[in-house]
């Protein structure tokens, strides 16, 4: 089964999970943030894995969607998701992302990894926003737990590949 994975990724987290689907299934990866061409011609399968910020996906992965629509519409898509936070209602984070609502209906697998905070890979302002963020919520919930990947949700993402 010819797998191709295409992510990308801002602090690295969307990326240490591609690589364990990588490790796990021997996959053709790429990373949009490198502008390098991406072959979708041989896959049978392609799975996204994207970050969500501010509630949206980055542009690099919308655009990479949209200007390879027909593609991805061919071929089996799954998608995993990298937050701070599960999203309620992925149809409106496809359309406020402005990513066709097609690709949502196609894909047949769109799974939560949960999330990481890498705050020495974001810059000051970004860093300071989100750790008030963080201990806004923590205080709210009344724990002071911290997001964080979760295996059994990647585990189910190789098994879903694999099949």
Same mark, same amino acid.
């Given at each position: 089964?010819?797998?191709? @994975?295409?992510?990308? %990724?801002?602090? @690295? !987290?969307?990326?240490? +999970?591609?690589?364990? #689907? ?9 990373? #949009?943030?490198? =502008?390098? /061409? ?10 996204? @894995? %994207? ?9 690099? !992965?919308?655009?990479?969607? =949209? ?12 998608? $995993? ?8 209602? $992925? ?6 992302? =402005? ?6 209906? &196609? ?26 963020? &963080? ?14 990947? =979760?295996?059994?949700?990647? /585990?189910?993402?190789?098994? +879903?590949? /694999?099949?």
């Amino acid at each position: 089964m010819n797998i191709v @994975g295409v992510y990308f %990724t801002k602090t @690295g !987290v969307t990326e240490d +999970v591609m690589m364990r #689907l990588k490790d796990a299934l021997g996959m053709q990866t790429y990373n #949009l943030k490198e =502008n390098i /061409e991406v072959r979708l011609n041989d896959a049978e399968k392609i799975v996204i @894995g %994207t970050p969500i910020y501010v509630g949206m996906i980055p542009k690099k !992965v919308v655009h990479f969607i =949209n200007q390879n629509k027909t593609e991805i519409l061919n071929k089996e898509l799954s998608i $995993y998701i990298i937050g701070g936070e599960q999203p309620k209602d $992925y149809q409106a984070l496809f359309n406020v992302s =402005n990513i066709d609502p097609a690709i949502l209906q &196609h894909a047949s697998h769109i799974i939560y990894c949960g999330g990481e905070f890498r705050y020495d890979k974001l810059n000051f302002v970004s860093r300071s926003l989100l750790k008030m963020v &963080h201990k806004k919520k923590a205080k709210e919930a009344q724990n002071d737990t911290m997001p964080s990947l =979760n295996n059994q949700a990647i /585990e189910k993402l190789i098994e +879903v590949l /694999e099949s």
